[in-house]
């Protein structure tokens, strides 16, 4: 008797939601649990941050930033286990965490240039992963109200800013004295604030998203309940 093991539907998740929620960290989980594909789109705008910072362009030039928005080959590799980030062929992975970088990818992502190109080429990956693997799992802060609108999923993931802090403080390591969870709770809202506050496609939370604070879960709880709500799009 012969037994055919069918292929899971394919199925399209956006995760949004301000920094240090566990984005990441869950959408990374969730993936690599499910066999499916991973988007780190934030690494995208942190490339091409790079990008403009490495020429020596002012982020704060938006005409300049503008006008160089194609210029930049930039390269995601969708491995949950092992994603990549390449610009014009050389990994980025690791400068793009840096604070020249997170200090100036707000000014370059608000640019509408720099969103049209961005989120062409998260579609694109998306429609691959949904075509010829089991779907993908796409982070940010717009995936579910603009680059994803018909996404199968969307989870919006919330927690309070004092909780982010703490998280992304100790996630850099060092002393966690008050003054230096206060300067990194500062980045967090000063970040946060930028991005929603923007025209262009703002950090924002679709209607039909599912909110999750994850103040008061562990990570792999996180990932449990977003798996299991995938399951379930799998299975309708
Ligand atoms: N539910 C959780 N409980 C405790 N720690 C968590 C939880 N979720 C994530 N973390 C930790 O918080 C830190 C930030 O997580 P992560 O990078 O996934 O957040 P993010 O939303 O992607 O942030 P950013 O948007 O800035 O990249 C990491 O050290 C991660 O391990
Ligand atoms: N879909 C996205 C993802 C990210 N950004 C911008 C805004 C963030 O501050 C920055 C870095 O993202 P992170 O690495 O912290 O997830 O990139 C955006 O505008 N849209």
Do not use: C, H, N
């Not at 995601?76 to 286990?81: E, F, I, N, V, W």
């Not at 997170?102 to 969103?115: D, K, L, M, N, Y």
């Not at 025209?199 to 990570?219: G, I, N, Q, W």
């Amino acid at each position: 008797m012969r037994t055919t093991v069918s292929a899971p539907t394919p199925v399209v998740v956006a995760i949004d939601g301000p920094s240090g929620t566990g984005k990441s960290s869950t959408s990374k989980g969730v993936a690599a649990r499910l066999g499916m594909a991973y988007l780190d789109t934030g690494a995208q705008y942190r490339a091409i941050t790079w990008w403009m910072l490495t020429r020596g362009i002012d982020p704060a030039d938006t005409a300049e930033v503008a006008a160089a928005a194609e210029k930049p080959e930039i390269v995601s590799g969708t491995d949950p286990l092992a994603p990549t980030i390449t610009v014009d062929g050389t990994d980025v992975s690791t400068p793009i965490r840096g604070a020249e970088v997170t200090g100036a990818v707000s000014a370059v992502s608000a640019v509408p240039e720099i969103r049209a190109r961005i989120t062409g080429l998260q579609r694109s990956i998306a429609a691959e992963a949904a075509r010829s693997g089991a779907g993908i799992v796409v982070e940010g802060r717009d995936i579910g109200t603009t680059v994803l609108p018909d996404a199968d999923l969307k989870i919006f993931l919330t927690a309070s800013p004092e909780v982010r802090a703490a998280r992304r403080s100790g996630e850099l390591g060092g002393p966690q004295d008050a003054a230096r969870l206060a300067a990194t709770r500062a980045d967090l809202v000063r970040r946060d604030t930028a991005d929603s506050s923007r025209t262009a496609s703002p950090l924002a939370r679709a209607a039909d998203a599912v909110e999750l604070d994850t103040a008061d879960l562990t990570l792999e709880q996180v990932i449990e309940r977003v798996g299991a709500m995938i399951e379930e799009r799998r299975s309708a």
